[in-house]
């Protein structure tokens, strides 16, 4: 399965993005699927879980922030992020909980003050 995520770009603080993450094949046999942040100089960290049925868990970071969401017909998760802030920058990723696929090239979140 290869995961293609899309959507980021360059944005104002308190503006809104939102990543796609679609998936070459179903997801649906993996029990969750995560949205992932790396931010420069620092580790991968996840900020969002959606499970196959739907729960979903976030990091404190972006609680109430980012939603996330799945359309399991289109092979495909969603992050919703408004109230973007600069400590939001990195690149965004998708996978699989744990992680078990090729992590892709990411999108790219820029937010400026």
């Known amino acids: 399965v290869q995961l293609q995520a899309s959507g980021g770009g360059l944005v104002q603080a308190g503006g809104s993005l939102r990543l796609t993450c679609t998936a070459s094949?179903?997801?649906?046999?993996?029990?969750?699927m995560d949205w992932f942040r790396q931010a420069p100089g620092k580790q991968r960290d996840v900020v969002a879980s959606?499970?196959?049925?739907?729960?979903?868990t976030y990091a404190d970071s972006v609680k109430g922030r980012f939603t996330v969401a799945r359309d399991n017909a289109k092979n495909t998760i969603y992050l919703q992020m408004n109230s973007l802030q600069p400590e939001d920058t990195g690149v965004y990723y998708c996978n699989t909980k744990p992680a078990m696929l090729n992590w892709g090239q990411g999108t790219v979140v820029t937010v400026f003050s």
């Open positions: 094949r179903s997801i649906n046999r993996f029990k969750a």
């Open positions: 959606i499970s196959v049925d739907g729960m979903t």
